[in-house]
């Protein structure tokens, strides 16, 4: 079935890194967008940045999309051959603090993410930004 292994999450200061991985599995990874969502104790789940099936992780790739309170912090990527996608987190700020999410998407463009396709959610990783 389809699984997702989010990882990578843990408790940092402000303007500090974290690299999450999610480690996909039960479907073709290489022919599905990619995104990471986070959720917010009282808030919904949003799209963070999201990654085309054939993407690479530069800024200028048009198949990239990432939400604009984290762009130019955020960088997505993700390694086919491992079933993989990151999100390395640079210059954290207390309103990043979350529980990461990766799903499969229906698309990714430099505009908008799509919504989960596969209905599934992995459970999550916990990002805590102390100040």
């Known amino acids: 079935q389809v699984e997702f292994l989010e990882s990578g999450g843990e408790s940092v200061q402000v303007g500090g890194s974290l690299r999450l991985s999610c480690v996909a599995s039960?479907?073709?990874?290489?022919?599905?967008?990619m995104g990471w969502f986070r959720q917010a104790p009282g808030k919904e789940r949003q799209a963070v940045s999201c990654?085309?099936?054939?993407?690479?992780?530069?800024?200028?790739?048009?198949?990239?999309y990432y939400l604009d309170s984290v762009k130019g912090r955020f960088t997505i990527s993700r390694d086919n051959a491992k079933n993989t996608v990151y999100l390395q987190m640079n210059g954290l700020k207390p309103e990043d603090t979350a529980t990461y999410y990766c799903?499969?998407?229906?698309?990714?463009?430099?505009?908008?993410?799509?919504?989960?396709?596969?209905?599934?959610w992995g459970q999550g990783t916990l990002v805590t930004i102390s100040s």
């Open positions: 799903a499969a998407v229906a698309y990714s463009n430099r505009y908008s993410c799509g919504e989960n396709n596969l209905l599934v």
């Open positions: 039960g479907f073709s990874f290489e022919h599905y967008a």
């Open positions: 990654i085309s099936w054939r993407s690479a992780s530069t800024s200028s790739d048009g198949n990239i």
